[in-house]
């Protein structure tokens, strides 16, 4: 595939005020694309909009909106147009998983069916139509389509079951499109993070992370970028050695040891915390 030429970019980032979505921010940025930062918290846009700008003299637009709003694909779209900017890459970035889980090692059925709503809405229903709302535009313009998964996408998750079906799901989904793409000028690619230093865990909570140890967003998206750069880049990534050879333990075992053993970890975190 041709390179992509970021600066002949405009990439919308959702999830973009900090974290892994910031850290995309900054690396396109630095390679010349313009960028369009969505995510509610306005001032936190504005100002890494300003330290774009400042830094790598590109056009960086903040724009505030909630994903679980629905409709919000469309709305994000006509906000885009009122400002005549054409978006041709995509980060989706926004998830989030609720905490009640891990703090009180609670089961799904004892969980805020209004908060599951809105996680299915931010981890699935606003990434299946960003996607599709920007899809042709994107072939078009030969960018990138990044939607993020996770470690939690390759078994169960007991205390997170809603978040890690989200994300199997955003793993399957991009892959399709990966085929789909074949042929045209995008790049589709999901990446999958296991443990990763963000306001994550501020939400779903500490105990999240299993006990694991965390990596950078930049160590994330800096193997992101490079997969991307590749000649014929892969359906999906997994970030760090680490996380690798964990998806590769799980193909190796039964899904029900597997789902016991994450089940078994999640209750001794929970436990000790």
Same mark, same amino acid.
């Given at each position: 595939?041709?390179?992509?030429?970021?600066?002949? *970019?405009?990439?919308?980032?959702?999830?973009?005020?900090?974290?892994?979505?910031?850290?995309?921010?900054? *690396?396109? /940025?630095?390679?010349?694309?313009?960028?369009?930062?969505?995510?509610?918290?306005?001032?936190? +846009?504005? @100002?890494?909009? !300003?330290?774009?700008? %400042? %830094?790598?003299?590109?056009?960086?637009?903040?724009?505030?909106?909630?994903?679980?709003?629905?409709?919000?694909?469309?709305?994000?779209?006509?906000?885009?147009?009122?400002?005549?900017? %054409?978006?041709?890459? +995509?980060?989706?970035?926004?998830?989030?998983?609720?905490?009640?889980?891990?703090?009180?090692?609670?089961?799904?059925?004892?969980?805020?069916?209004?908060?599951?709503?809105?996680?299915?809405?931010?981890?699935?229903?606003?990434?299946?139509?960003?996607?599709?709302?920007?899809?042709?535009?994107?072939?078009?313009?030969?960018?990138?389509?990044?939607?993020?998964?996770?470690?939690? /996408?390759? *078994?169960?998750?007991?205390?997170?079951?809603?978040?890690?079906?989200?994300?199997?799901?955003?793993?399957?989904?991009?892959?399709?499109?990966?085929?789909?793409? @074949?042929?045209?000028?995008?790049?589709?690619?999901?990446?999958?993070?296991?443990?990763?230093?963000?306001?994550?865990?501020?939400?779903?909570?500490? *105990?999240?992370?299993?006990?694991?140890? @965390?990596?950078?967003?930049?160590?994330?998206?800096?193997?992101? +970028?490079?997969?991307? !750069?590749?000649?014929?880049?892969?359906?999906?990534?997994?970030?760090?050695?680490?996380? =690798? +050879?964990?998806?590769?333990?799980? =193909?190796?075992?039964?899904?029900?040891?597997?789902?016991?053993?994450?089940?078994?970890?999640?209750?001794? %975190?929970?436990?000790?915390?």
């Amino acid at each position: 595939m041709t390179p992509v030429n970021y600066h002949g *970019q405009t990439t919308l980032i959702t999830g973009a005020s900090a974290g892994i979505g910031a850290e995309f921010a900054r *690396q396109l /940025a630095a390679r010349g694309s313009d960028v369009v930062l969505v995510a509610r918290r306005l001032d936190r +846009l504005e @100002r890494l909009a !300003d330290e774009l700008t %400042t %830094t790598y003299g590109i056009t960086a637009t903040p724009i505030a909106m909630d994903l679980a709003t629905p409709g919000v694909a469309a709305a994000i779209n006509t906000a885009l147009t009122e400002r005549s900017l %054409t978006v041709t890459s +995509l980060i989706n970035n926004a998830g989030f998983a609720t905490n009640a889980g891990f703090a009180t090692n609670a089961a799904f059925h004892q969980e805020d069916p209004q908060r599951l709503d809105a996680q299915i809405a931010v981890n699935v229903t606003s990434l299946v139509d960003l996607s599709r709302v920007f899809m042709e535009r994107l072939r078009t313009h030969g960018g990138v389509l990044v939607n993020v998964a996770s470690m939690a /996408a390759y *078994q169960g998750n007991p205390s997170m079951a809603v978040y890690g079906a989200t994300k199997a799901f955003v793993l399957s989904f991009t892959e399709a499109l990966w085929y789909e793409s @074949r042929g045209t000028r995008l790049r589709v690619m999901a990446l999958t993070p296991g443990a990763t230093d963000t306001e994550f865990y501020d939400v779903a909570g500490a *105990q999240a992370d299993g006990g694991t140890s @965390r990596m950078r967003p930049d160590e994330v998206v800096t193997i992101a +970028l490079k997969a991307l !750069d590749r000649r014929t880049p892969p359906p999906s990534v997994i970030a760090g050695t680490r996380n =690798r +050879l964990m998806a590769q333990a799980g =193909r190796l075992i039964s899904r029900r040891r597997m789902t016991m053993t994450i089940g078994s970890m999640m209750d001794r %975190t929970a436990a000790g915390h």
